[in-house]
């Protein structure tokens, strides 16, 4: 009993250790990495096809992040305020669900760079706009670069 409660606060410990912050080096600002990301990238599309990703595989190099984002929303998509919006919940939710991926390969020399663009959304519908519409498609999208980056490697 002692144990079980032992284990539980160890696992509590854990899990709040964890930086869950969305820190300067996570985030993809360089043009010559993003023209060679849209340029040589993989698609990974979310289970219903309302979040994109472009993913590029690279050696890590140095004690910067392993993994670097950056969110990309056409003017298609809305005025300024629903723009950020998006790029707040998907930064968000790429937050919350980011040790999906880091977890797998903070061993390895592997680095990673993602863009997320969101697809189909109805503007009239603001309900869409909301943190648990695009958590779990970011969360898709993740597992489905991991499994990638795991059969590439065998």
Do not use: H, W
Not at 69 to 75: E, F, G, L, P, Q
Not at 110 to 137: G, Q
């Amino acid at each position: 009993m002692q144990e079980d409660a032992r284990k539980a606060e160890e696992n509590f410990q854990s899990v709040t250790n964890r930086k869950f912050s969305l820190s300067k080096e996570e985030k993809l600002k360089s043009r010559k990495l993003l023209e060679q990301l849209y340029k040589s990238g993989q698609r990974v599309s979310s289970g219903n096809k309302k979040v994109r990703a472009l993913f590029l595989k690279g050696v890590k190099q140095g004690d910067g992040a392993q993994v670097k984002i950056a969110v990309a929303v056409s003017k298609k998509t809305g005025n300024a305020v629903v723009r950020n919006r998006i790029k707040r919940l998907l930064r968000e939710s790429y937050r919350l669900n980011k040790f999906v991926l880091i977890d797998e390969i903070k061993d390895s020399d592997i680095s990673l760079s993602i863009v997320f663009t969101p697809l189909a959304l109805s503007l009239n519908d603001k309900t869409e706009l909301r943190l648990n519409v695009f958590e779990p498609e970011v969360c898709d999208i993740l597992k489905k670069i991991l499994s990638k980056i795991l059969r590439d490697q065998l």
